[in-house]
């Protein structure tokens, strides 16, 4: 039995919802990490830096499921729904560390800094092309979009990966390489997809 | 059968006893250096009018949270980074326009110099801030010893450069040398100072030891760390982060809350130490010292000299 095989095997019998809870507990060991003080002296920025980056994490993870079915033959295609919905919401605990936490509510500069920061309108962006596909994650939006059209809203997952990947190599200053990393990840998940369906590879 | 023990050991070969005695002091003050960490010298220094009376950051704050690219670009990274630093024997090369330019000895440059401590806010260009108890004395002071030349106008600093010591800079991060500079009315200014401590101890090495500049109205960048080099001339200076981003780093770099940096508002900071629910305080102009600066800018439009 080839590696495929019983990763594919081992799909089928283990449920997506352990995903969910252990994706629920991260923020708030998180959250409570920051507030005893073992994210450093810093603990706001610690805990908006974590939950975005874990929010991008499971985007560029939820991107490898279908290269990994197309190309591979590991089909792991039930845990994507997990994968997205856990990533929108680490953005929003993001977005809310940022809103609430760091800025304290200073509603003034924080539409100053969405309408003016290129890198936090990129962000937010990111942000809300999320809700449509949150709200349209279960099997009733599915039915009711029909599933060609529920496939081409689920494209908005291509724009909310760009826009996370420059949001986080936008906002860093000099030129450290985990950003770049991410983007590139990001950029190349992508163009496997524009590769034409017949140089399918795997069974 | 049992054999018979012969000893193949003479007395001659018996450790000495003072020999034994000392091997085991070496192990115990090994033993006792490693508890304490290494021994830092308490320095004798006076207090300045000079000082802010808000309280104080945390030293642990002040040691574990450090820009220092050197030593990484990670804030917790120069505290573990920066300890293989050799900063002693330390020297600075002052030239230019000077009367007595030459290599000194960071002891020279100490000597006779009368030490104050200095409780300063810091905001750095990333909006966070903390208050710092500075041991250092006037910039003023040196450039004085050496004498500035007339057609001087501005001070140009260099940090260190040795990658075997300072892994930051075996990638290009940041075009080393970094620099930074002033023009000499603001090197002159009684508030701008080098310091060479902190919280009355010799200045730890991921905040800028032996030598660092620093400059309360601000932001951080400008404070330029370990210091080898101070040249005197008279054309504006290149410095490091105008030179990787001028859009975004002025030469002035003042801390300003109506002047936004471009991709962050500079409006208001987050005091290090408030914790997860500290908030956000308003940044105030010049960082709280504009009474003693804002003259050396007066004429000058602030959101074009930035």
């Known amino acids: ?203 | 059968m049992p054999t018979k023990f012969i000893p193949d050991l003479n007395w001659s070969d018996v450790t000495p006893k003072a020999v034994f005695l000392n091997r085991r002091q070496l192990i115990a003050g090994a033993a006792a250096l490693s508890v304490a960490g290494p021994a830092v010298a308490k320095l004798d220094y006076v207090k300045s009018d000079y000082s802010t009376d808000e309280e104080p950051n945390d030293i642990s704050d002040i040691r574990g949270y450090n820009n220092f690219y050197e030593f990484g670009t990670g804030k917790e990274e120069p505290s573990v980074n920066a300890q293989k630093l050799t900063v002693d024997p330390w020297s600075v090369k002052i030239d230019g326009m000077v009367d007595k330019p030459g290599d000194y000895d960071l002891a020279d440059i100490l000597s006779g110099v009368t030490l104050e401590e200095r409780i300063y806010r810091l905001r750095c260009v990333e909006a966070w801030s903390m208050v710092v108890p500075w041991i250092g004395f006037p910039l003023a002071d040196l450039l004085n010893r050496i004498g500035v030349q007339p057609s001087a106008k501005f001070v140009a600093f260099e940090t260190l450069v040795r990658p075997e010591e300072m892994i930051g800079q075996r990638y290009p991060i940041l075009d080393w040398p970094y620099r930074e500079g002033l023009r000499l009315d603001e090197a002159m200014h009684p508030l701008t100072i080098l310091a060479t401590g902190l919280y009355g101890e010799e200045m730890p090495k991921q905040n800028g030891a032996p030598i660092r500049l620093v400059v309360p109205w601000k932001y951080g960048f400008k404070s330029i760390k370990s210091i080898v080099r101070i040249s005197l001339t008279d054309q504006m200076p290149e410095t490091t982060w105008n030179m990787q981003n001028p859009r975004e780093y002025g030469f002035y770099s003042n801390v300003n809350p109506t002047v936004d940096h471009p991709r962050w508002s500079q409006a208001s900071e987050r005091r290090i130490g408030g914790g997860l629910f500290g908030g956000r305080q308003d940044t105030l102009m010049f960082n709280g010292y504009e009474e003693h600066v804002a003259g050396l800018y007066a004429g000058q439009d602030l959101t074009k000299d930035y």
């Open chain 1, 1 to 203: 039995m080839t590696l495929t095989d019983r990763i594919n095997q081992a799909a089928r019998r283990l449920p997506a919802w352990p995903i969910y809870i252990v994706g629920v507990l991260l923020p708030v060991w998180l959250f409570w990490q920051a507030a005893s003080g073992a994210l450093g002296v810093d603990p706001i920025k610690a805990l908006e830096d974590r939950l975005g980056l874990w929010g991008l994490k499971l985007i560029v993870a939820g991107l490898c499921v279908t290269p990994l079915r197309r190309f591979a033959g590991v089909n792991l295609i039930k845990y994507r729904r997990s994968l997205g919905l856990l990533a929108f919401l680490y953005i929003v605990l993001h977005f809310l560390t940022w809103l609430l936490l760091d800025l304290g509510l200073r509603w003034e500069q924080a539409l100053g800094d969405i309408i003016k920061r290129p890198y936090i309108t990129v962000g937010m962006v990111g942000l809300l092309a999320m809700v449509p596909l949150a709200l349209t994650s279960n099997d009733r939006a599915v039915r009711w979009l029909g599933s060609a059209r529920w496939q081409k809203l689920q494209k908005l997952a291509y724009l909310v990966a760009l826009s996370g990947g420059v949001h986080f190599l936008w906002l860093v200053k000099a030129w450290p390489v985990e950003p770049f990393l991410y983007l590139g990840a990001i950029l190349g998940l992508l163009a496997v997809r524009m590769i034409p369906k017949r140089f399918r590879l795997a069974a």
